[in-house]
């Protein structure tokens, strides 16, 4: 079995780091004994511009038939011919996830003594797999792979005799990964997912298996789209073990709080108060202000760029007023908790007709986002560099030109009037600044005139009359349409 990790570098980050996150020197060829081989792992190239590190498991027949006496694949009974004549040694498997646990510990637990920081630190990686069986074909992989961040996942069939072509595909691929990810990340997808392709493990698999699943699952597979089937065949279909992973990773999706800030956190209520004397959460009041905006400007087809895990998209869907909504964010693992969220695939075909969720990023025009009503930027602005505001009011503001736009985003001034926040801390750890009332309206005038647009300001949630409200928004309203309207 064999398969490689390349990056690539410049001379402020070279590719040689990778050496340091595997703990494994570029100039060495190390060999590590494994309960059913040898696995080795070397560098064919190690240069400040590209490193490539290769992992090859050389299985011993003996010790794996000698270990798996009386078990077949998975634990089941097998046949004393398939004990010999299997695919074991030279396809990738459970083996080889085995291999990499053993071998690349460190590296799959984002551990770098050596250069601190350096695990959480994404590389452009290219990971590449002569055989890997495929239960499910090409399709099944790229299913697995794509809504992890990978921007490209090749899965090329191997034919099953190249001087027969008629014979037709193998089950195995050949699998080519590429795009900017954490190692840490990388490595664990492959952990789970090799075993879960082959559809069959060499041990007999038992209750810490499921502890292995999700330690090696953590940050991913409670959202992935495929996880019942992963979930499933990873735990080699056994029900007991495999309703208890499905619980359990049902409680990590219900703790997650990737999205909360602290004034969410802050408007929390415990179940047991009376529902007269719940403050309503900030971000529902936020929620309520756009579509409240979005109905004094008549706007049927809406966009909502930023949609996260889709909450607004799903406010604008029970409104019958809104005949057209598209979510778009950057991230794939958001749109896929949005997709569970407004449960798409139980979706009616009329209300299905009304909703879209697209991938996409606002620091770029994009034709697909011209010709609706209004355009929605809540709490989004804030998550960029200022670096590139200038590109994501062009795309929205210049290109796309909504006749209306709302943009919403965290007063700095009101963060003193949260107790749960050290001073001087913003309130998300990915916020990039957060503007003052001053700044914010310096900045959306500037915008309306370069792009003809009027705005308003409307205070979101208490307006403290020292600090003013703890959300601003900005409603813009294209000029021309004003004055079309006014003229019809």
């Known amino acids: 079995m064999f398969l490689t990790i390349s990056t690539t570098g410049t001379p402020e980050r070279p590719a040689t780091d990778l050496g340091f996150l595997l703990h494994k020197h570029p100039d060495k060829a190390q060999a590590f004994s494994t309960s059913h081989g040898t696995a080795h792992v070397f560098y064919p190239e190690a240069s400040p511009e590209r490193c490539t590190a290769a992992l090859l498991l050389e299985v011993d027949p003996v010790a794996l038939v000698r270990r798996s006496r009386g078990k077949g694949r998975g634990g089941a009974p097998d046949s004393a011919l398939a004990q010999y004549v299997n695919d074991r040694p030279y396809a990738a498997s459970s083996l080889l996830a085995v291999a ?63 001087r027969f072509p008629g014979w037709g595909d193998s089950r195995y691929v050949r699998l080519v990964l590429e795009g900017e990810l954490r190692l840490a990340d990388a490595l664990r997808h492959l952990y789970v997912l090799l075993p879960v392709l082959d559809d069959a493990k060499h041990y007999w698999v038992t209750t810490d298996e499921v502890d292995k699943l999700l330690r090696a699952g953590e940050g991913w597979l409670a959202d992935h789209p495929e996880h019942k089937l992963i979930t499933s065949r990873y735990l080699s279909r056994r029900w007991g073990l495999t309703r208890q992973a499905m619980e359990r990773l049902e409680l990590v999706r219900l703790a997650e709080a990737d999205d909360l800030d602290v004034e969410d956190v802050d408007n929390a209520v415990d179940d047991t108060t009376d529902t007269e004397d719940r403050p309503v959460p900030l971000a529902e009041q936020r929620r309520e202000a756009i579509l409240r905006a979005l109905h004094a400007a008549g706007a049927g087809t809406v966009l909502d760029l930023g949609c996260g895990q889709g909450q607004l998209v799903q406010a604008l869907l029970q409104d019958v007023r809104f005949t057209r909504v598209v979510g778009v964010d950057v991230s794939v693992r958001a749109l896929t908790v949005a997709a569970r969220r407004l449960r798409l695939e139980r979706m009616g075909e009329r209300q299905a007709a009304r909703v879209k969720l697209i991938q996409g990023s606002l620091a770029y025009t994009d034709k697909r986002l011209q010709g609706y009503d209004a355009a929605v930027l809540s709490e989004v602005v804030e998550h960029l560099d200022l670096p590139r505001l200038p590109a994501l009011e062009y795309a929205v503001f210049g290109s796309a030109r909504p006749a209306t736009v709302i943009v919403t985003t965290p007063n700095v001034e009101y963060n003193v009037r949260w107790e749960t926040l050290p001073a001087g801390h913003v309130r998300h ?60």
């Open 100 to 162: 990499m646990g053993t071998v690349f510990r460190s590296a799959l637990r984002g551990v770098c003594a050596a250069r601190p920081g350096l695990a959480d630190r994404p590389l452009p990686l290219r990971i590449e797999i002569p055989a890997l069986p495929a239960r499910g074909g090409a399709d099944l992989v790229r299913a697995l792979f794509g809504p992890l961040g990978w921007t490209s996942v090749d899965a090329e069939p191997v034919a099953l005799d190249e």
């Open 429 to 488: 750890g990915d916020h990039r600044f957060e503007w003052t009332r001053e700044e914010f309206r310096d900045w959306a005038r500037g915008v309306g005139e370069r792009h003809g647009y009027g705005v308003e300001f409307v205070p979101v949630g208490p307006d403290d009359p020292e600090v003013g409200p703890p959300t601003q928004m900005a409603v813009f309203a294209r000029v021309a349409t004003a004055r079309q309207e006014k003229a019809a």
